[in-house]
């Protein structure tokens, strides 16, 4: 029995696969192609293999600055894994809880932040956090604690971890609204059966419904990642391009936007540009691939 090719299928499909197309694999496949090439005179680029790869892994003046942004960008990715994800997974879990009341409300406020401009949280954090005319050394001293206050974002050791804490207050709803979600699809019939057995609320999320959402958890684990091997705009918003104080909180992103389009005294070169972003797209690759061939799979058939 002959079958009729499914047209249908090629016409809805046809307008994403172009626009994905124009405007995300042809300039991925474009910068990977820059990559092997270097400027010549008169600005004209030609074919140089691995030249600018072997620049950037072996040469004093690039290999400190792309090390010190890769680092930092686990540093960022650490603090999101250990700090958000478990803070989405118990405010999930509290809002899964039926005895809880105005979860709605709560939901809605947690989740807000998430669709604020990054531009404006930078800028509201900065003058929170500011020595000079911030509030958080008044409503420290509030509670007795101003003698802790310090200038967080303009210290070395602590720049960093203070970035990463107002990314993990912006984007905490992300998470947990996908584990929210997941709870919400675990058959009640496997709670009540377990509360009628004795458990409590502790007990049944514990071993019940925390075994059935791991794939979900694992979903959040790598879309923490892309995400934070791609950040570029808080960081830009609150120390600048510089990422300062010196490049304490530089990343791969602020990296990259310096080496492509240059910065102050720092001329912008679009094949090393493409080359640090070819980087870190094998970067996100290979984290990806590891995770979804090495983790995933064994989450899904625990969850089975």
């Known amino acids: ?62 290999s400190g600055a ?23 997974l118990l405010l999930a ?23 604020l401009s990054v531009v404006i949280i930078g800028f509201t954090w900065q003058l929170i956090l500011s020595p000079l005319w911030g509030v958080a050394e008044t409503l420290m001293d509030f509670v007795g604690l101003a003698d802790y206050f310090e200038p967080w974002l303009g210290q070395k050791s602590t ?43 502790r007990q049944v999320f514990w071993r019940i419904k925390l075994p059935l959402i791991l794939p979900t958890l694992g979903i959040v684990s790598i879309l923490t990642f892309v995400a934070n091997f791609n950040a570029f705009d808080l960081i830009y918003a609150i120390k600048g391009g510089l990422a300062g104080p010196d490049f304490t909180t530089d990343i791969m992103g602020t990296f990259f936007y310096r080496t492509f389009f240059g ?27 590891l995770f979804f061939f090495g983790v995933q799979r064994r989450l899904l058939r625990h969850a089975l």
């Open 66 to 88: 792309f090390w010190n942004a890769f680092w930092n960008n686990i540093i960022l990715f650490a603090i999101h894994m250990l700090v958000q994800n478990p803070i989405g």
């Open 263 to 289: 910065f102050q005294l720092q001329l912008g070169s679009t094949t090393m540009g493409a080359t640090v972003a070819t980087i870190m797209f094998l970067i996100i690759l290979l984290g990806v691939v």
């Open 93 to 115: 879990a509290c809002l899964s809880l039926p005895v809880l009341k105005g979860r709605h409300l709560y939901r809605t406020a947690i989740f807000l932040p998430t669709m």
């Open 159 to 201: 720049a960093l971890a203070t970035i990463s804490l107002i990314s993990v207050w912006q984007f905490v709803g992300i998470p947990m609204m996908l584990i929210y979600a997941a709870l919400l699809n675990i058959p009640e019939d496997l709670t009540e059966a377990a509360m009628i057995d004795g458990a409590n609320h």
């Open 1 to 62: 029995m002959n079958r009729r090719f499914p047209t249908h299928i090629i016409v809805f499909l046809a307008p994403a696969v172009v626009i994905y197309t124009l405007f995300m694999i042809y300039p991925l496949l474009d910068s990977i192609r820059l990559s092997f090439y270097s400027l010549g005179e008169g600005g004209v680029p030609y074919f140089d293999g691995f030249k600018n790869y072997a620049i950037l892994f072996n040469d004093p003046n690039w």
